[in-house]
C-alpha cells in the first residue's frame, strides 16, 4: 500500500496494484466502485503494509469504526504489538500493521488523513473501503471527519507522533519509540553494549542568519560531491575548514567512523534544536539498522503547545554558540558523555533506519561498525535534504571494498558549447 501526498493534498492510498485511490480533498469525492475495495475475509487477520511516499510530513493512517489497528513491524523490524486507533508514519518509514476483520460484519473506511491544523470545515484525507467478505456491498460508509476522536468516549492511541501531546480537547494521546519493544528474532541489544561508546551529535535543523537559514546538519548545507564518493574517494573535497561553531557554511560534510575497523560502538545523539528547529525530520542512516535507545521531546503545555524556547538545547543540552545554531551541542551534565544517559532503553529496544527526529527535540541510536561504506545520512523530506539536510558518514574507509577494475568513471564537466556560450557572457 503506498500512500502519496504533498501538503494540503492526500492524493492516493493505492492498496494493491488493482486498488484505485478513493479521493476525498476538501469534501470532493470521487465515485467509488467495488473495484475500489479491499476485501477481507471474515474473522481473518490481514497484514498490511503502507510506505510513505510524500514531501511532508504524516499522514495519520486510521482504521476507523472501533476497528484498532496493531503496529506490527515498523521499517521491517518486529516489536511487541501495539494496539493502537492510528498511526503517523513519516516520509522514509514503513509501517507493517495487522487488521483482524472482528468487526461487525461490514464496510468500513480505512483513512490516511494529512497531519495539520484544519480550520473549520477543512479536512485533506485519502480513503479505501475495507469491505467484509461476507457483508453486502455498501460503497458509501460513513464519511470520516477530523474529529472522531473528540467526540468518541474513548481516548485514541496515536502511534509515532513527532510531538509529546495532542491538544487536550482532540482526545488523542501519542505512543512513541519509547514505549516500544524489540520482538525481532534478529535483533540483539548485546552487540551495542560496550562501556567504549563513540558518542557523536548531528543537529539536523535550519540554523543561520541575515535571512541564509539552509537545511543542514551541524551548520554544513550539503554540497553533493561531483564523482561517486566509493569509487573514486581522492577525489572528493571533503574541505569544511569554513564551518565553524558560529558559522554556517557549504560543503561536502563528512564524518569518518571507525577508520581502522574495530567494530566499535557508535551511540549518535540526532537533535533538532536551537533556532533552526521547527519542523521534525524524519533521518534516515543508509547502510545500518540502528537501536532506539531514547527520544526526547521539547517542552509542551498542557494544551499540547510547544513551549517557546522549551527545547531540549534548555533542559538536557546545552549549547555553547550565541546564536543558538546548536553545531557544537553537548550534554549540559557532563557525566553523561561517551554514551552514559542514565535514561536509555535496555528493554529490547526497537530497531528501525528511519527515526523521526522532533521539533526542539533529540533522539539517541546505537549501532556497531560492522558495514565499512560511504553512506548518506539526511533527513528524508526532499525538499530539506535537497536544501542540505544530510552529510556523509564513511566508515571504516580502509576496510571497503575496492570497485572493480574498469569501474566507470564520472566527473563533472563543462559542455563545450556551453561554456563558449558562459564565457560570451562574461
Ligand atoms: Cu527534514
Keep these: 500500500m503506498i ?6 493534498q492526500a492524493v492516493h492510498l493505492k492498496i494493491e496494484e488493482k486498488g484505485k485511490a478513493v479521493r476525498s480533498d476538501n469534501g470532493k469525492e470521487f465515485e467509488r466502485s467495488l473495484e475500489e475495495t479491499f476485501i477481507l475475509a471474515d474473522g481473518y487477520k490481514s497484514r498490511i503494509v503502507i510506505a510513505v511516499n510524500g514531501r511532508f510530513p504524516g499522514p495519520t493512517i486510521t482504521a476507523r ?36 476483520a472482528d468487526s461487525k460484519i461490514g464496510t468500513y473506511l480505512l483513512v490516511a ?6 480550520s473549520e470545515n477543512e479536512y485533506h484525507a485519502a480513503e479505501a473501503i475495507i469491505h467484509y467478505k461476507t457483508a453486502d456491498i455498501q460503497l458509501t460508509p460513513q464519511k470520516v471527519t477530523p474529529h472522531t476522536c473528540e467526540s468518541s468516549g474513548i481516548t ?14 482532540e482526545n488523542r494521546i501519542c505512543v512513541n519509540f519509547n514505549n516500544v519493544t524489540s520482538n525481532d528474532p534478529n535483533s540483539n541489544p548485546d552487540e551495542i ?31 553533493p560531491p561531483t564523482i561517486a564518493a566509493y569509487a ?20 561536502t560534510y563528512a564524518v569518518t567512523i571507525d577508520k581502522d575497523n574495530k567494530d566499535k560502538i557508535y551511540q549518535f545523539v540526532i537533535t533538532n534544536i536551537g533556532g533552526g528547529a521547527n519542523w521534525s525530520h524524519p533521518v534516515h542512516l543508509h547502510g545500518h539498522s540502528f537501536y532506539v535507545m531514547k527520544m526526547a521531546f521539547a517542552t509542551y503545555d498542557s494544551d499540547g503547545q ?31 558523555t561517551n554514551g552514559k544517559h542514565p535514561d ?83
Design 3 to 8: 500512500y502519496t501526498g504533498q501538503g494540503k
Design 65 to 100: 469504526e472501533n476497528q484498532e489497528v496493531k503496529v506490527h513491524r515498523p521499517d521491517g523490524f518486529e516489536i511487541e504489538k501495539k494496539e493502537v486507533e492510528s498511526f503517523i508514519i513519516h516520509p522514509g518509514e514503513r509501517i507493517d500493521f495487522l487488521l483482524n
Design 113 to 118: 488523513e494529512t497531519l495539520e491544523v484544519y
Design 156 to 169: 485514541c492511541r496515536v502511534f509515532n507522533c513527532p510531538f509529546n501531546q495532542y491538544p487536550s480537547k
Design 193 to 223: 553494549k560496550s562501556d567504549e561508546v563513540v558518542e557523536m551529535f548531528f543537529n539536523f535543523a535550519f540554523p543561520g542568519e541575515n535571512g541564509y537559514t539552509p537545511g543542514s546538519v551541524n551548520g554544513h548545507q550539503f554540497l
Design 232 to 251: 573514486q574517494p581522492d577525489l572528493v573535497d571533503y574541505t569544511c575548514d569554513a564551518c565553524n561553531a558560529s558559522t554556517i557554511c557549504e560543503c
Design 306 to 336: 510547544l513551549v517557546p524556547n522549551g527545547g531540549q538545547d534548555t533542559i538536557d543540552i546545552i549549547c555553547p554558540d550565541s546564536k543558538k545554531f546548536c553545531s557544537d551541542a553537548k550534554w549540559r551534565n557532563e557525566s553523561w
Design 344 to 426: 536509555l532503553n535496555w528493554h529490547n529496544p526497537p530497531q528501525k533506519d528511519t527515526i523521526i527526529i522532533p521539533s526542539g527535540g533529540y533522539v539517541i541510536i546505537r549501532f556497531k561498525a560492522d558495514n565499512p561504506g560511504v553512506w548518506f545520512f539526511h533527513c528524508h523530506i526532499d525538499l530539506h535534504n535537497t536544501n542540505g539536510m544530510g552529510m556523509i558518514i564513511n566508515e571504516s574507509p580502509n576496510s571497503q571494498p575496492k570497485v572493480p577494475n574498469n569501474f566507470p568513471k564520472c566527473n563533472s564537466f563543462e559542455n563545450d558549447a556551453w561554456k563558449d556560450k558562459y564565457h560570451a557572457q562574461i
